[in-house]
Structures are given as structure tokens and as C-alpha cells.
């Protein structure tokens, strides 16, 4: 059975990541696909939201191995890392890129701690059901990807309930209108926000929260089982 992992990285880990030597790791480890998300140079416009210490990498990897075996796989890379095995829904598929080249997309991760006053059934409630129409509805998104968290893979973990990714159009780094597809209209623009802005308060998402613009790159490493390559 493929599990889906994720890891958050702090400290320079782009080159690292993008190394050859790292993804025959990762093969050799089980792994099947791997997805980057690089806080980069090519994003350096994009507003960001770190509750500490920024992260600069978000890893993906499917797997048919052991967790342990793809987290030692990463273990040299940036300074640090925390690992969660996740549920993933996809609600928007992304649009794939040849593998190893950038998605032509800002790809905001969005790393959520449900707030103590809500229970975890209507955490999931108010998000997976009342938030993400409205969510698609008043931005731009042309790919959403929910990560509800399983469990942590890291002895240091920090508490995190789910990572989010939505794929805007690059010229969302620096024009509202384009992330938020208000066409240029300040009204619509203002109530896009405002109804946007409403939702993520009922999820706790208006505070404690890291937010990481990156780049996308996707990796097919190997088939997976009794598939031929």
C-alpha cells in the first residue's frame, strides 16, 4: 500500500533536494514519487508567514517502504526536519510538469493547527466541507491539495493538523486582482476577501499558521509495484 508522507525543511535545502544521488536514495528506500515545494529565488516576490523559524522546503514522497528508511534517506538535509504521514485529498488536481521541471504556478503551502476550542470532527467539518468551496470560489486556485495529518514521523515535530497546497497563476505573487481572479474589479475584489477572510477565521487558519510560497517540481522515481516502467 503507497502512503504519502511529508516533510517540512528548514535551513538551504534546495540544491540537496534537487540532487540525483538523493532521489536513487529515495528509490532504494521505496519511494515512488517525489514532489518539491521550494521556497526560491523564483518566488522571492510572494508574501510569506512563519510562526518561527521560516520553512524553506515542504517534501512529498509515495511510498510502498518503511517511513523510517525514506526519513533516513533525508536525514543530511537542511538543518532541519520534521516528517508526518498524512491523508491526502485532492480537490483541484494540479496540472503535472514534466518531471524535474518547475510548475508554472506560485505554490503556496499553508501549514494548519486547529485551534483548541474546536473538537477535531468540527475542525474537519468547518474545513473539508464548509471552507473549501469558499475557499475555490474567491481565489484564483487552479489546484488545492489537503494533507490531513496522521501522525508525526520526527521525535521533534512540531504540532501540525494538516498542510494545504493551492497552486495560483505566478502573477499572484504581485497583483491581487490576479490571485484572488477579481479581473481587476476593487469591489469584487473586496468581497472576495472578505467572505475568504471570514471562512478562515472559522477555522483557526487567521493565526498560528506558516504560510510557504514555492516552487513545484514533481519526480516519478520508479513504477509502482508489479507495474513496469
Known amino acids: 500500500m503507497t502512503t504519502k508522507l511529508m516533510y517540512a525543511v528548514w535551513g538551504d535545502a534546495a540544491s540537496a533536494l534537487r540532487d ?3 532521489h536513487a536514495g529515495l528509490t532504494d528506500a521505496g519511494a515512488r514519487r517525489l514532489q518539491l515545494n521550494l521556497d526560491d529565488e523564483d518566488v522571492s516576490p510572494a508574501m510569506r508567514i512563519p510562526t518561527g ?5 515542504v517534501v512529498s514522497v509515495w511510498t510502498d517502504g ?3 528508511a525514506v526519513g533516513e534517506a533525508l536525514r543530511d538535509v537542511g538543518s532541519r526536519r520534521a516528517g508526518w504521514r498524512v491523508d491526502e485529498r485532492r480537490r483541484l488536481d494540479p ?5 524535474g521541471e518547475r510548475a508554472d504556478a506560485l505554490a503556496n503551502v499553508a501549514v494548519l493547527r486547529r485551534p483548541a476550542e474546536l473538537s477535531q470532527e468540527e475542525w474537519l467539518r468547518r474545513w473539508l466541507v464548509d471552507h473549501t468551496p469558499i475557499a475555490i470560489r474567491t481565489q484564483a486556485t487552479f489546484g488545492y491539495v489537503q494533507n490531513i495529518v496522521l501522525e508525526a514521523l520526527t521525535p521533534d515535530a512540531p504540532r501540525v ?5 493551492e497552486l495560483f497563476p505566478s502573477a499572484g505573487m504581485t497583483d491581487m486582482h490576479a490571485f ?16 475568504l477572510m471570514a471562512s ?11 504560510l510557504v510560497p514555492t516552487s513545484r517540481y ?4 520508479a513504477p509502482p509495484s508489479g507495474e513496469s516502467v
Open 20 to 22: 540525483p544521488a538523493l
Open 53 to 57: 523559524e521560516p520553512i524553506r522546503a
Open 66 to 68: 518503511d517511513a523510517g
Open 95 to 99: 496540472p503535472e510538469a514534466p518531471d
Open 161 to 165: 493538523d494538516a498542510l494545504v497546497e
Open 180 to 195: 484572488y481572479g477579481s479581473g481587476g474589479d476593487r469591489a469584487e475584489l473586496d468581497r472576495r476577501l472578505g467572505a
Open 200 to 210: 478562515v477565521g472559522r477555522i483557526g487558519a487567521d493565526r498560528d499558521l506558516d
Open 218 to 221: 514533481t519526480y516519478r522515481l
